[in-house]
């Protein structure tokens, strides 16, 4: 499989729609991170009509609560949070700007749909590598909602950060295909 490098913010609209569910990108550049609770409050802004803390044209979000950082470290153990958290969320955040989000885990039929309809991508991140992804992240800075603690918005600058597509612009779903071939090459048993 041939190594794929991207560089976030997205804003090259190719490099999205050449990504096929199943392919392993590495990462670099600028990333953003956010929970539920900021997801929450950033739909809650664009609702009332409020400025968002940060713009999100062509930002990737990796769905993080970061641990504290040990004194010689930039961050600590920062694995995927579980993506459904998000799914209420999601759509919003795509259709104003959003392109690539970073976690774990299924996505709705909505959000499948809404990746699709805004050309954007979603990511996995292998859980329980929290701590050897941290070492990709160079750089921190707290960006907004200080008062979530570690939901709290994070800017990371990021090198050769790991994920695999599993929805394209296209509106694949690597887990569902990856369950279909595996049940192909068992004669089509259920396991």
């Given at each position: 499989m041939p190594r794929i490098e991207l560089t976030a913010p997205f804003s090259n609209e190719e490099d999205i729609k050449k990504l096929h569910a199943g392919d392993q990108v590495f990462i670099s550049g600028t990333i953003y991170t956010a929970r539920d609770a900021a997801h929450q409050r950033m739909v809650e802004q664009i609702e009332n009509g409020d400025q968002l803390p940060l713009d999100l044209?062509?930002?990737?979000?990796?769905?993080?609560?970061?641990?504290?950082?040990?004194?010689?470290?930039?961050?600590?153990?920062?694995?995927?949070?579980?993506?459904?958290?998000?799914?209420?969320?999601?759509?919003?955040?795509?259709?104003?700007?959003?392109?690539?989000?970073?976690?774990?885990?299924?996505?709705?039929?909505e959000v499948i749909s809404s990746i699709k309809e805004n050309n954007a991508v979603y990511l996995a991140a292998i859980g329980g590598s929290g701590a050897l992804l941290s070492q990709t992240i160079k750089k921190v800075e707290l960006v907004a909602y200080k008062d979530l603690g570690?939901?709290?918005?994070?800017?990371?600058?990021?090198?050769?950060?790991?994920?695999?597509?599993?929805?394209?612009?296209?509106?694949?779903?690597?887990?569902?295909?990856?369950?279909?071939?595996?049940?192909?090459?068992?004669?089509?048993e259920s396991q």
């Open positions: 044209l062509n930002q990737v979000v990796y769905y993080v609560g970061p641990t504290p950082a040990k004194p010689d470290a930039v961050i600590g153990s920062a694995g995927p949070t579980t993506s459904s958290r998000m799914d209420a969320f999601t759509p919003t955040l795509l259709n104003h700007g959003l392109k690539g989000m970073i976690g774990k885990g299924h996505r709705s039929e570690t939901e709290a918005i994070r800017k990371l600058v990021v090198q050769d950060f790991p994920c695999i597509v599993i929805n394209d612009s296209k509106g694949r779903d690597w887990y569902k295909m990856s369950q279909d071939m595996f049940k192909k090459s068992k004669g089509g």
